[in-house]
């Protein structure tokens, strides 16, 4: 995750190809689901569980509007711990010998962070201090240390554990349409835990290194929600409002700010990272890459404006909800 200018945190709904996301429903064969439903449920009960999230504001990748509902923030948290409990936390780590705490003033811990949290850490920080991770179910089924390498497949591999526990689900991510793949995770979230809202990218106005002014296309990935009952919404940060995301296979631009909402049962979803093929990606901007609809969005700042303006209504699951 990229930490985004101060300035752009009021952005609205930058989409893709004029249109809030895109449901891979008539693109992908999502008969299988099922099955990888009961087999990523049963291998969830065989493999070793981490936390992500936690720190969403500290990276400054949330909207001002809902900065409170991360709740405690681990970085701010680890900031603010005395001498003793730093000691603490440092015998927790995997490797303790990497904290150096003289010089604690300048580390940084955690996601996209110099020294990552082991488990410890984490439950600790939890127990302790009340840190909330949204996701408190989340397995690296291809690992990927840093965000800006997600598509990049080189050197990577699903894990021996993932092999053994999911190779369905394997078998199914390795026929879809990416010419590779980078990063394969499963993501859960525990009853009652929301997703806090945030953004992977910097937001809308990101532009591509000596693009001259041409908006950088979002990066390549597909979520798959087999149960169909993981409900994440996208977040209009200028007009507050959001736009659910409805499907159990979808695109979306990660760049705009993004969250899911809280439930009274587990939910979890799988997101592959990579590169789509060339056929897939026009086959997108053929059903969906209006000319006349992109220029909307781009001279309107936002997906609604870019629907009305071209006439389009919002197929289902697309409606703002209040």
Aim: aromatic share 10%; proline share 6%.
């Amino acid at each position: 995750m990229v930490e985004p200018p101060s300035d752009s945190g009021t952005q609205g709904i930058t989409g893709i190809f004029a249109r809030p996301y895109i449901d891979l429903a008539p693109y992908l064969d999502l008969a299988p689901l099922g099955e990888l439903h009961d087999e990523i449920c049963l291998g969830l009960t065989q493999v070793p569980i981490d936390y992500t999230g936690g720190s969403h504001r500290t990276m400054g990748i949330m909207p001002p509007s809902r900065l409170g509902e991360a709740l405690a923030d681990y970085g701010e948290v680890i900031r603010g711990l005395g001498d003793e409990e730093f000691a603490t936390f440092q015998r927790l780590s995997d490797d303790p010998s990497a904290i150096d705490r003289s010089a604690r003033a300048t580390l940084e811990f955690g996601e996209e962070r110099e020294i990552p949290l082991s488990r410890r850490q984490m439950l600790w920080l939890k127990f302790r201090h009340g840190v909330y991770f949204p996701w408190k179910v989340y397995v690296e089924l291809i690992p990927n240390r840093y965000w800006s390498d997600k598509s990049r497949s080189e050197g990577k591999d699903f894990t021996r554990l993932a092999r053994s526990f999911f190779p369905k689900t394997i078998a199914y991510v390795k026929r879809l349409p990416f010419s590779s793949i980078g990063r394969c995770n499963i993501m859960g979230l525990e009853a009652n835990d929301h997703g806090t809202v945030h953004r992977d990218g910097e937001g809308e106005g990101a532009r591509a290194e000596g693009d001259r002014g041409v908006e950088r296309e979002p990066d390549h990935f597909i979520t798959l929600c087999p149960a169909g009952n993981k409900r994440l919404f996208l977040w209009d940060e200028r007009a507050r409002r959001k736009t659910a995301v409805a499907g159990r296979a979808y695109w979306f631009n990660d760049h705009d700010y993004h969250g899911v909402e809280a439930d009274p049962f587990f939910r979890y979803s799988v997101r592959i990272d990579g590169t789509f093929t060339p056929e897939f990606i026009e086959a997108l901007r053929r059903d969906h890459g209006r000319a006349a609809g992109a220029g909307a969005v781009a001279e309107a700042g936002g997906v609604a404006e870019a629907v009305a303006e071209t006439g389009g209504a919002p197929r289902d699951g697309e409606e703002a909800a209040a």
